[in-house]
């Protein structure tokens, strides 16, 4: 299994920057990539950044290229999400997400092929 504990989430005024962090622990095994996805009430949930474990290889939605910034720290087991340029759209509920897709499934940013979740951490930008 893998356990995943997300924090850094709070509220933030347009323009500003936040760092969430993802603590991993568990077995290796089971994750080649690990991902930050977000969701609002009612909508469906969007794949923001993913990260290739091994190579550190990283992919971007559209809508965050250039603003934010997926990373790891394997010396603390810790995936990070620096977002700058915060928008009041980026208002969701931010959650990360390890497992094994394939390379053409992790780029296309869905959430199919990921296993572990962990709770999640609100950002609001207003």
């Known amino acids: 299994d893998v356990q995943l504990v997300e924090s850094g989430g709070g509220l933030v005024e347009p323009g500003g920057s936040l760092r969430l962090s993802c603590a991993v622990s568990g077995d290796t095994f089971n994750r080649n990539y690990m991902a930050w996805f977000r969701q609002t009430p009612g909508k469906e949930r969007e794949g923001v950044a993913r990260i290739a474990t091994g190579s550190g290889n990283t992919y971007y939605a559209d809508s965050v290229k250039g603003r934010f910034t997926i990373s790891q720290d394997n010396a603390k087991n810790t995936v990070y999400l620096q977002m700058n340029s915060l928008k009041p759209e980026d208002t969701a509920m931010y959650s990360c997400?390890?497992?094994?897709?394939?390379?053409?499934?992790?780029?296309?940013?869905?959430?199919?092929?990921?296993?572990?979740w962990g709770q999640g951490t609100q950002v609001t930008v207003s």
């Open positions: 997400a390890a497992g094994r897709p394939s390379y053409w499934l992790s780029c296309s940013l869905s959430a199919q092929g990921y296993n572990y």
